[in-house]
Nanobody
Framework: QVRLAESGGGVVQAGGSLRLSCVAS????????MGWYRQAPGKERELVAT???????NYAPSAKGRFTISRDSAKNTMFLQMNNLRPEDTGVYHC?????????????????WGKGTLVTVSS
């Protein structure tokens, strides 16, 4: 199984920055792409950004231009650099991975989720 561990959350004032990290372990060879999701209190979890193993990135409209998703393949680590943070960015940020359809990976769960790291942006 793939295991994910997030870190880097904290409290920051509006306009500030945070850098989140997600370390993947276990069957990391089976990861097709990874992403960051967030969930604000009382709201559904929403996509923030994704990145494939080849480096292709996608962003939610609210994140585009302010957030940057990246990875360090050698260290099996994904990052989310968040700049110009807004109060509406507040939430629990979860790391996610999706597995390949390769035969040697199909015994794994399709999705793996980290436990999350809390980001609080004060106004």
């Amino acid at each position: 199984q793939v295991r994910l561990a997030e870190s880097g959350g904290g409290v920051v004032q509006a306009g500030g920055s945070l850098r989140l990290s997600c370390v993947a372990s276990g069957d990391t060879i089976c990861i097709a792409y990874m992403g960051w999701y967030r969930q604000a209190p009382g709201k559904e979890r929403e996509l923030v950004a994704t990145i494939t193993v080849s480096g292709t990135t996608n962003y939610a409209p609210s994140a585009k231009g302010r957030f940057t998703i990246s990875r360090d393949s050698a260290k099996n680590t994904m990052f989310l650099q968040m700049n110009n943070l807004r109060p509406e960015d507040t939430g629990v940020y979860h790391c996610n991975s999706v597995r390949l359809s390769s035969a040697w990976c199909t015994d794994l769960d399709m999705d793996t989720w980290g436990k999350g790291t809390l980001v609080t942006v004060s106004s």
